[in-house]
């Protein structure tokens, strides 16, 4: 399974931002599909996660701020960015599991500028 991300660049505090990532086999085949981050010199951390039952779940450093969708239509998942925060700063990763498996994409960085 690949992923492709996207959607990421520079923001200004406050500004929003809204990250993609399309598989490359049906939606429909997988489980749960997330993000993550990775700040610079920090461990890569959870961000959000959507099932394919639409449950989702958030970090709580995002809650309220961050909202993850998938569009079936378009097969793919979205990260919406509300309300940046210079602590966002990091490469966001996307992750699929697929048959208890896990896929990650190449990653997009994501800049946020105070």
């Known amino acids: 399974v690949q992923l492709q991300a996207s959607g990421g660049g520079l923001v200004q505090a406050g500004g929003s931002l809204r990250l993609s990532c399309a598989p490359s086999i049906s939606i429909f085949n997988i489980y749960i599909m997330s993000w993550y981050r990775q700040a610079p010199g920090k461990q890569r951390e959870f961000v959000a996660e959507v099932t394919n039952y639409d449950n989702k779940g958030y970090a709580g450093a995002v809650k309220g701020r961050f909202t993850i969708s998938r569009d079936n239509a378009k097969n793919t998942v979205f990260l919406q960015i509300d309300s940046a925060k210079p602590e966002d700063t990091a490469v966001y990763y996307c992750?699929?599991?697929?048959?208890?498996?896990?896929?990650w994409g190449q990653g997009t960085l994501v800049t946020v500028s105070s």
């Open positions: 992750n699929a599991e697929v048959r208890g498996e896990h896929f």
